[in-house]
Nanobody, 125 residues
Framework: QVQLVESGGGSVQPGDSLRLSCAAS????????IGWFRQAPGKEREGISC????????FYADSVKGRFTISVDNAKKTMYLQMTSLKPEDTAAYYC??????????????????WGQGTQVTVSS
């Protein structure tokens, strides 16, 4: 069975940092794109950071540029999202995802086939 499991979420204060992890199992690590998405209550799911392997490109949403960094450890089959300078508006459930397709645009959620269950990030003072 394909499984993606996120971890690292929690409740923090504005300006704090968190690192989210997503460990994969149950499938060959031959994805074409991986990414992180988030969804706040009452809002649609949005792509915040993705990597396209075939095209060697990286996407960051404008709202997180300069604050979040995506990375992947292929040997461990794990992807990460390093988040710094967190803001209350970053509060959301965060999901990792992977696909064997070639998303166009890279952060198109519907193109991703494998999803984690989400980890909650809450930023408040």
């Amino acid at each position: 069975q394909v499984q993606l499991v996120e971890s690292g979420g929690g409740s923090v204060q504005p300006g704090d940092s968190l690192r989210l992890s997503c460990a994969a199992s149950g499938f060959i690590w031959d994805y074409y794109a991986i990414g992180w998405f988030r969804q706040a209550p009452g809002k649609e799911r949005e792509g915040i950071s993705c990597i396209g392997i075939q095209r060697r490109d990286t996407f960051y949403a404008d709202s997180v540029k300069g604050r979040f960094t995506i990375s992947v450890d292929n040997a461990k089959k794990t992807m990460y999202l390093q988040m710094t300078s967190l803001k209350p508006e970053d509060t959301a459930a965060y999901y990792c995802a992977a696909t064997r397709a070639w998303p166009t645009p890279l952060a198109q959620a519907s193109a991703y086939s494998y999803w984690g269950q989400g980890t909650q990030v809450t930023v408040s003072s």
